[in-house]
């Protein structure tokens, strides 16, 4: 197994066992690979932590993601920022981040939502899945397999998943909302709260 892979590895372990404390209530400062969107000078920061392999972070992004979304990110209020984590099966997980950023930042978010989605689909070989995910955003397989033996690429990856646990990130999906931290699912009327907590 590459080294890089061992180590992807051992930040599940080092999540599972634990993390430190969250640091206290303050907006986020940016992170190296931080994927944004919505306004830059939006008043509220949304940072959601979420893994690919998530059944309650696909549920959220299925069902309160595209209405936060309308409602808040597109509209300029709120400045929205997905952070990487891994969850078990953690390579699918990585994999699915890795061919997300290999589609290039423009599609990014459209990959991410496709991997989520085909979550149901999982109960075969997962890879003709993301390949035709893969092919349908641009990538070429030798491009999409080239992506997912990138030695950097999982380098990129272990990195983020480090900052998630130092920030303590230990379940997904986890929220800082202007740097306030919730963790599990949240509705759109609880966004609807803490944004409007936030906004004060």
Same mark, same amino acid.
């Given at each position: 197994?590459?080294?890089?892979?061992?180590?992807?590895?051992?930040?599940?372990?080092?999540?599972?066992?634990?993390?430190?404390?969250?640091?206290?209530?303050?907006?986020?400062?940016?992170?190296?690979?931080? @994927?944004?969107?919505?306004?830059?000078?939006?008043?509220?920061?949304?940072?959601?932590?979420?893994?690919?392999?998530?059944?309650?972070?696909?549920?959220?992004?299925?069902?309160?993601?595209?209405?936060?979304?309308?409602?808040?990110?597109?509209?300029? &209020?709120?400045?929205?920022?997905?952070?990487?984590?891994?969850?078990?099966?953690?390579?699918?997980? #990585?994999?699915?981040?890795? @061919?997300?950023?290999?589609?290039?930042?423009?599609?990014?978010?459209?990959?991410?939502?496709?991997?989520?989605?085909?979550?149901?689909?999982?109960?075969?070989? !997962?890879?003709?899945?993301?390949?035709? !995910?893969?092919?349908?955003?641009?990538?070429?397989?030798?491009?999409?397999?080239?992506?997912?033996?990138?030695?950097?690429?999982?380098?990129?990856?272990?990195?983020?998943?480090?900052?998630? !646990?130092?920030?303590?990130?230990?379940?997904?999906?986890?929220?800082?909302?202007?740097?306030? &931290?919730?963790?599990?699912? @949240?509705?759109?009327?609880?966004?609807?709260?803490? !944004?409007?907590? #936030?906004? &004060?």
């Amino acid at each position: 197994m590459p080294s890089s892979r061992r180590l992807l590895l051992s930040a599940v372990l080092a999540l599972a066992a634990g993390a430190a404390l969250a640091a206290p209530a303050t907006k986020l400062p940016p992170a190296p690979g931080d @994927m944004s969107l919505g306004s830059p000078k939006a008043r509220v920061q949304v940072v959601e932590y979420a893994s690919l392999s998530c059944p309650h972070c696909a549920r959220f992004n299925a069902e309160v993601f595209p209405a936060f979304r309308a409602k808040y990110v597109d509209t300029g &209020k709120v400045r929205y920022t997905l952070r990487e984590m891994l969850t078990p099966p953690a390579e699918v997980a #990585a994999a699915g981040f890795l @061919m997300a950023r290999c589609a290039g930042p423009g599609k990014y978010f459209k990959v991410v939502d496709a991997v989520f989605r085909s979550q149901a689909q999982w109960d075969g070989a !997962i890879k003709p899945i993301f390949l035709a !995910i893969a092919k349908d955003n641009g990538l070429s397989e030798p491009q999409f397999e080239a992506c997912l033996s990138s030695e950097a690429g999982y380098a990129g990856v272990n990195a983020r998943v480090k900052s998630a !646990i130092d920030a303590g990130v230990n379940s997904t999906p986890t929220f800082f909302i202007d740097g306030k &931290k919730y963790e599990g699912e @949240m509705n759109l009327q609880q966004l609807d709260d803490a !944004i409007r907590a #936030a906004g &004060k």
